[in-house]
């Protein structure tokens, strides 16, 4: 095994990152249909935060890459929170009531001779 104080920040980050991504695909696997509009807001909350953050580092300018990294993370934060909106009025539209049609069953006996 290697020493910690072998392991460099770019590798520590990397394992994180896998780490992160196989704990986040196993805990998605599992959650169920009644709780994914409640997840989706709360995702959609948090690539909001991301959102500000990548504007942050594109406005920061220190280097070329980060502010264009900063742009590419503004791009693709943006338009995962306008399709989690999307994707959620669209679950929650299904949860509603659909209005009755005018006159629908008022008046009519219904069947019969």
Same mark, same amino acid.
């Given at each position: 095994?290697?020493? +910690?104080? +072998?392991?460099?920040?770019? %590798?520590?980050?990397?394992?994180?990152?896998?780490?992160?991504?196989?704990?986040?695909?196993?805990?998605?696997? /599992?959650?169920?249909?009644?709780?994914?509009?409640?997840? %989706?807001?709360?995702?959609?909350?948090?690539?909001?935060?991301?959102?500000?953050?990548?504007?942050?580092?594109?406005?920061?300018?220190?280097?070329?890459?980060?502010?264009?990294?900063?742009?590419?993370?503004?791009?693709?934060?943006?338009?995962?929170?306008?399709?989690?909106?999307?994707?959620?009025? !669209?679950?929650? !539209?299904?949860?509603?009531? /659909?209005?009755?049609?005018?006159?629908?069953?008022?008046?009519?006996?219904?069947?019969?001779?």
């Amino acid at each position: 095994m290697m020493p +910690l104080a +072998l392991l460099t920040p770019e %590798m520590a980050g990397l394992a994180l990152f896998v780490l992160a991504a196989f704990i986040g695909f196993e805990v998605i696997t /599992k959650v169920p249909a009644t709780l994914h509009t409640p997840l %989706m807001s709360g995702a959609n909350a948090i690539s909001g935060i991301i959102l500000v953050g990548a504007v942050l580092v594109a406005a920061a300018q220190e280097s070329t890459l980060g502010t264009l990294l900063g742009l590419l993370g503004v791009f693709l934060a943006t338009i995962n929170v306008v399709g989690g909106f999307l994707v959620t009025d !669209r679950m929650l !539209r299904m949860f509603k009531k /659909k209005p009755s049609p005018p006159g629908g069953d008022a008046g009519g006996g219904g069947g019969g001779a």
